[in-house]
């Protein structure tokens, strides 16, 4: 071997390695970018079905208080007619005890004739 085939086998190493690094940063780049694609596509896609879960459960919890706005005062859920029937008891309980008091008045108190 001379010397010149010695230079020439130098350059082409160098020719080789500089090209292997330019492809090297060059794959480096494009597998960068395309993590970073898939990242934020997942990462869209996450938020996604996070906010459509969180629509779902707004609209069930709308849809129950409208069934809980509506049959509650009609007594469908609830207590409220046994309520009421307690009230309605207790009231007249009371007018027949004013009823009683005046009497029981009287009796004590007799008017003179």
Known sequence: ?????????????????????????????????????VWTYSAVVNRLSTLEMNLIRLEQQI?????????WPRGELGSLPDDAEQNMRLNFIE???????LLIDELRHPKAP
Do not use: C
Request: charge should be positive; hydrophobic fraction near 45%; proline fraction near 0%.
């Open 1 to 37: 071997m001379t010397l010149d085939d010695k230079d020439r086998k130098q350059v082409a190493e160098i020719t080789q390695n500089t090209q292997f690094k330019a492809n090297l940063a060059f794959a480096i780049k494009v597998i960068a970018i395309v993590a970073t694609a």
């Open 63 to 71: 849809e129950m208080n409208s069934e809980f706005r509506v049959k």
């Open 95 to 101: 007018k027949r005890l004013e009823k009683a008091d």
